[in-house]
């Protein structure tokens, strides 16, 4: 998604909006969503919904102002980053693993910015 808002030529209205869209539906991360329905338990599958939820928060903030250095843009990042580093945490767990926490999961580890 950042790189359709790098653009040179700065794709803007329905372009942004179906570019931002194709994006994210050509990522395959609905796909791989569908699949941990079929084999995750129902705490990763929450998880993985608040992750994609996260995503789809972000490419709507990018559809309404494709600015990647504004403070609009850096909330729901951060947001999608601490949704993303729960759903780690929690897959790490589900699968038995032991050792050191994902050092990623602390430093996201922060309430809700919304």
């Given at each position: 998604?950042?790189?359709?808002?790098?653009?040179?030529?700065?794709?803007?209205?329905?372009?942004?909006?179906?570019?931002?869209?194709?994006?994210?539906?050509?990522?395959?991360?609905?796909?791989?969503?569908?699949?941990?329905?079929?084999?995750?338990?129902?705490?990763?599958?929450?998880?993985?919904?608040?992750?994609?939820?996260?995503?789809?928060?972000?490419?709507?903030?990018?559809?309404?102002?494709?600015?990647?250095?504004?403070?609009?843009?850096?909330?729901?990042?951060?947001?999608?980053?601490?949704?993303?580093?729960?759903?780690?945490e929690a897959m790490r767990r589900d699968l038995g693993?032991?050792?050191?926490?994902?050092?990623?999961?602390?430093?996201?580890?922060?309430?809700?910015?919304?």
């Amino acid at each position: 998604m950042r790189t359709v808002v790098f653009r040179v030529e700065g794709a803007t209205g329905d372009r942004l909006y179906a570019d931002l869209h194709l994006a994210l539906d050509g990522s395959g991360v609905w796909r791989l969503r569908q699949s941990l329905s079929l084999t995750a338990s129902a705490e990763i599958i929450e998880l993985a919904v608040k992750a994609c939820d996260a995503l789809t928060s972000m490419r709507d903030g990018l559809i309404a102002d494709p600015d990647v250095r504004g403070d609009v843009y850096f909330q729901v990042r951060a947001d999608l980053w601490r949704e993303n580093a729960h759903l780690r945490e929690a897959m790490r767990r589900d699968l038995g693993m032991s050792g050191l926490p994902d050092p990623e999961v602390g430093h996201y580890r922060y309430p809700a910015t919304s």
